[in-house]
């Protein structure tokens, strides 16, 4: 079945670093793919998506590139900022399935 | 514009007792769902409505039922709680069933002991 894996948590940085947060899938066909974010005490929001191989979704700063080859849709941001704490979740759905397949969710802290 | 909007925040049951959780959206979509946020387990689907007067089972459905009551609600029935129960509850809607994006609400922290 369709399943999605991230990397674990949490995630600690320093204001202005560099974010990656790893996401790779498994699922037949051309699922279409997805980060949500959820910051504290709140429900999950759509940040970026992208529904074919080489897209690349962009939102905030945030950028995920959908890469078919080696099953992945990695996170980046160049300079976080505090406001960026949250949990990041990343996520597909594909024509067929009536679903969204949820990875376990990446907690990130930004310290000042 | 509300969004999608979930009663109650919080909910404390002891085993054995049933509650009904709302949820309601004003964005005319046809499609609802129902997930539980468990640590380290993502969110799991429990019930889903494709448009008013149908519902389908998810991944998780056992212990719970669905009401849809009209095109704005979604009620989700916990006839026994189990402590296994205890979770985060997100009501999330979409324009029509296989429609990318989904909005969530905020979410009922619902324990039982």
């Known amino acids: 079945g369709d399943s999605v894996t991230q990397m674990e948590g949490p995630v600690t940085l320093s204001e202005e670093a560099f974010l990656t947060i790893n996401c790779t899938y498994t699922?037949?066909?051309?699922?279409?793919l997805f980060w949500y974010v959820q910051y504290p005490g709140e429900g999950l929001q759509l940040l970026l998506k992208a529904t074919k191989a080489d897209d690349k979704g962009s939102n905030k700063g945030f950028e995920a590139t959908y890469r078919k080859e080696t099953t992945s849709f990695h996170l980046e941001k160049g300079s976080v900022q505090v406001s960026d704490s949250a949990v990041y979740f990343c996520?597909?759905?594909?024509?067929?399935?009536?679903?969204?397949?949820f990875g376990t969710g990446t907690r990130l802290t930004i310290i000042p | 514009n509300a969004g999608v909007t979930q009663t109650p925040k919080f909910q404390v049951l002891k085993t054995g007792q049933s509650m009904t959780l709302q949820c309601a959206q004003d964005?005319?979509?046809?499609?609802m769902y129902w997930y539980r946020q468990d640590p380290g387990m993502g969110l799991r689907l429990i019930y889903y409505?494709?448009?008013?007067?149908?519902?389908d089972k998810g991944e998780v459905p056992n212990g719970y039922n669905v009401s849809r009551l009209n095109k704005r609600e979604f009620s989700l029935r916990l006839e026994s709680a189990a402590p296994s129960q205890t979770s985060v509850y997100f009501c999330?809607?979409?324009?029509?069933?296989?429609?990318?994006?989904?909005?969530f609400g905020p979410g009922t922290r619902l324990t039982v002991t």
């Open positions: 964005m005319n979509h046809n499609s």
């Open positions: 409505s494709a448009s008013e007067g149908t519902t």
């Open positions: 999330a809607s979409s324009e029509e069933l296989r429609e990318v994006e989904q909005y």
């Open positions: 996520a597909l759905s594909r024509l067929g399935n009536e679903k969204l397949t």
């Open positions: 699922a037949t066909g051309y699922p279409s």
